[in-house]
């Protein structure tokens, strides 16, 4: 016997917003202060473009395709721009502009500090705390080291939640705390599994033959990330190198190599990530070689491994940090929102 | 056979696992941000109704499960067997008393109810959500006791016993609420 299924009705209020008044007014509160902090700190603010012919090559970020044609009668007929799932790349050439000759513009200040409120888009990311289409705030400052952009992004967090200065953990002791694993940057995949197995976690069957990366990835979303934030807000750093992205590279106090990484959590929520920046355009050329191989090997698309930022960085990108921010998240915590859709007005089912 | 990507993977997907049809009733995006998706559902046998967590790395398949519910009669039993008819191919499907399960304390000859077909194959029925029965048998009713809080065992044309006030008598037809197997009134001819 089985209880008979009701029939779904049309839902002719979809139109509506699904986040309610007091949380829309709450974001438009929190994005005027979130300006007047970068404001009274030196920074401007900047627009790059969304649509562009370079994206971000990464293995699991997945970009839209848009096709730019010039005849309507052929709208599939053109090439592919990307819509950006960060603005990182038209930031860091403007980075990079900015001291191709630094003394033409001898009445502005002497290093720049740019800051950006803009959409971003990932394909496939929707869920309680994703929607494909987000506010992303990321900032870069020239000359910034990597602990005082830790610093700048804690006493930000505390400007717009007013949770306290954030409590500086490294991936290596988030791993010990949550997992008891003593030096996870040296851990073999076997004792990740056992970690894993000890929980009792649900392991989807293709990631066993999955690389290390995979396995740090399942531990960290399923036991780690939920611990982070909970008392205070937290800043994880020194990830594995291996997960650098766009980071430099430094040797950690035990002389371990890692990536100068660091991210934002709250409530074990995900916040924010940033970088003491990777400079070094072969490198960046490496990775996204790398990052497409493994595309390649799980049947995407690979992405395109020449861009104007490597042009950038063979020109000169000075020193700097650079951090992205979810704003929308930034939203649901100051809110107490568990979903992602109290704090957007039409989230992608609405958009 | 057709199959879902974890891109589609939504509430309400019907889906096989080891060869049972599930139903997806949470499906919960993770996703580090730059590690890979993960999806952590919640399934619902939609036989059995025991809840499965599963989680599922971005890229993973599953199986769909080909779930068709029809209209149908209930034709006739043949000792461990219930017969139904579709009632628009006219295809008659057999069920056994496991699969029909609580059902046959309802089914009599005519009924109509709905099937679940999984895979083309007859899996489970449902009899409509009230049903009336005559009471075959049954202690004689207390004269002038209209209380519905004093029950006594009542045994109905199926086979089936149900608890129903003491005033029902024997002969008399009475509804039962099918989903919690409990009296609701008694009906007249």
């Given at each position: 016997m089985f209880c008979g299924s009701s029939k779904m009705t049309a839902?002719?209020?979809?139109?509506?917003?699904?986040?309610p008044w007091h949380n829309l007014f709450l974001r438009a509160q929190l994005l005027v202060r979130l300006r007047a902090f970068f404001q009274q700190r030196g920074f401007i603010e900047v627009e790059t473009p969304l649509l562009s012919a370079d994206t971000v090559v990464d293995c699991h970020l997945d970009p839209f395709a848009v096709t730019a044609y010039s005849d309507p009668t052929k709208p599939h007929v053109g090439s592919t721009y990307w819509l950006q799932t960060s603005p990182e790349f038209g930031m860091k050439r403007l980075l990079a502009d900015w001291i191709v000759d630094a003394d033409r513009h001898c009445s502005l200040p002497s290093s720049l500090a740019i800051f950006q409120v803009t959409k971003a888009f990932r394909a496939a990311e929707v869920g309680s705390q994703h929607n494909p289409e987000f506010t992303m705030v990321e900032w870069y400052k020239q000359n910034e080291s990597y602990q005082d952009a830790m610093q700048f992004l804690s006493q930000l967090a505390e400007q717009l939640l007013s949770l306290g200065p954030a409590q500086l953990t490294s991936y290596r002791k988030a791993f010990q705390n949550?997992?008891?694993?003593?030096d996870v940057h040296a851990a073999s995949i076997a004792e990740l599994q056992q970690a894993a197995s000890q929980r009792k976690l649900d392991i989807p069957?293709?990631?066993?033959?999955?690389?290390k990366d995979s396995w740090l990835n399942l531990l960290m979303a399923m036991v780690v990330e939920p611990t982070l934030g909970r008392t205070a807000p937290t800043i994880l750093f020194d990830y594995p190198a291996s997960q650098a992205a766009l980071a430099q590279l430094h040797n950690d106090e035990s002389g371990t190599t890692v990536a100068a990484r660091f991210e934002l959590y709250v409530q074990g929520i995900e916040l924010a990530n940033g970088y003491f920046e990777l400079l070094d355009p072969e490198e960046l050329e490496r990775r996204n070689h790398t990052a497409n191989q493994i595309r390649q090997s799980e049947g995407r698309f690979t992405l395109p491994a020449r861009s104007r930022l490597i042009d950038a960085m063979r020109s000169g990108l000075p020193s700097c940090s650079g951090v992205a921010l979810g704003f929308d998240r930034i939203v649901m915590i100051a809110a107490g929102a568990s979903k992602i859709d109290q704090v957007i007005p039409f989230p992608w089912h609405r958009a | 056979m057709a199959s879902y990507n974890t891109s589609d993977f939504r509430k309400g997907l019907k889906v096989q696992i080891d060869g049972d049809p599930y139903l997806m009733i949470e499906c919960n995006f993770v996703k580090p941000g730059k590690g890979n998706a993960l999806y952590k559902c919640r399934l619902r046998h939609?036989?059995?109704?025991t809840v499965l967590d599963r989680t599922y790395k971005g890229g993973d398949t599953l199986e769909a499960a080909d779930i068709v519910e029809i209209e149908a009669q209930f034709l006739y039993r043949q000792g461990e067997t219930f017969v139904f008819m579709d009632?628009?191919?006219?295809e008659q499907y057999e069920l056994s008393g496991d699969q029909v399960d609580d059902g046959w304390k309802y089914l009599k000859e005519g009924m109509a109810c709905s099937m679940m077909l999984f895979n083309g194959n007859p899996i489970a029925m449902s009899p409509p959500n009230h049903v009336v029965l005559k009471v075959e048998?049954?202690?004689p009713g207390a004269k002038g006791n209209t209380a519905t809080n004093v029950t006594k065992p009542v045994k109905v044309e199926t086979g089936a016993e149900f608890q129903c006030p003491a005033f029902i008598n024997q002969g008399e037809l009475i509804k039962i609420d099918t989903r919690t197997g409990e009296y609701v009134e008694r009906v007249k001819e």
């Open positions: 839902d002719e209020s979809s139109f509506r917003s699904t986040a949550a997992l008891g694993i003593a069957e293709s990631l066993r033959t999955a690389d | 939609l036989l059995r109704n009632n628009e191919s006219y048998y049954c202690e």
